[in-house]
């Protein structure tokens, strides 16, 4: 019996926009019962939570990895630091470890082996190029308000250059994306690089046209693109 079967008050909840294969598992923490859902999918994966009460399970996270508890793997709660836009040479040393990482970058041990890891390749290898961080979160719903914070909007495709960030957060029941994009084009032939769920890899497996199509058009989620950020120590 598949989980939507066993549970099938989730189903309002999952992303039927492609062929997902739903997995479940139950957890205990801090003495209460949940339940994580994992959306399995060629291109990209997300995750539910749910808490299972007396009532019936009580949906609490939908994202491209949840967690139990309140979300402490995001910059925006370290008031320590501010956010400031990279420096262009740290941008171009970005694309740089894009185009190495492709077709070899492995994103196997990230979270579920990779099937939830597209933050996570992002976010590695970033730090791979620039020796820091430019999240600690892999969840495309934390990584996107984080993105907005730091440069108070989203900004045009035309004016980002290679390097820089296109995401799509999970909105909703539907899951999202984020990526790398490539050389300016002026049209939406643009490349664009990303983690592939299936593959565990990191790959050439967009272009803006095909990017837009699927979580804009058929996923009705927002389209993002920022620079890479460059986390300071500083008084926010």
């Known amino acids: ?37 994992t959306q399995k999918g060629e291109i990209d994966s997300g995750q539910l939570l749910f808490e299972m009460t007396d009532q019936g399970l009580v949906h609490k996270d939908t994202d491209t ?4 508890g309140p979300r402490l ?4 709660v370290t008031a320590a630091l501010q956010c400031e836009l990279s420096d262009p040479g740290d941008i ?13 970058f492995s994103s196997a041990s ?21 020796g820091r961080w430019i999240t ?34 999970t909105e909703g029941s539907n899951i999202g994306h984020v990526g790398i994009l490539g050389p300016r084009t002026g049209d939406d032939s643009r490349l664009i690089y990303s983690n592939s769920s299936a593959a565990a890899l990191w790959k050439q497996n967009f272009t803006l046209k095909s990017w837009v199509k699927r979580y804009k058009t058929t996923k009705g989620l927002k ?9 300071v120590s500083g008084t926010v």
């Not at 990895?65 to 139990?68: A, K, M, Y």
């Not at 389209?223 to 986390?231: A, D, M, R």
Request: aromatic share 10%.
């Open 110 to 130: 990230g979270p579920d082996g990779g099937n939830l890891a597209c933050v996570w390749a992002v976010r590695h290898i970033a730090r791979n190029a620039l």
């Open 1 to 37: 019996m598949g989980i939507a079967e066993q549970f099938p008050e989730i189903k309002p909840f999952l992303d039927t926009t492609d062929d997902y294969v739903n997995e479940g598992r139950e957890l205990v923490s801090g003495g209460k019962k949940y339940l994580i859902v």
């Open 223 to 231: 389209v993002h693109f920022f620079p890479i950020p460059n986390y």
């Open 73 to 76: 793997d995001t910059f925006s």
């Open 92 to 104: 171009t040393a970005v694309f740089k470890k894009v185009l190495e990482a492709e077709n070899v």
């Open 65 to 68: 990895t949840v967690t139990v």
């Open 136 to 169: 600690r979160t892999d969840g495309t719903a934390v990584f996107d308000p984080e993105l907005r914070r730091c440069f108070s909007s989203t900004m045009s495709e035309a004016d980002v250059g290679e390097g820089c960030i296109i995401i799509s957060p």
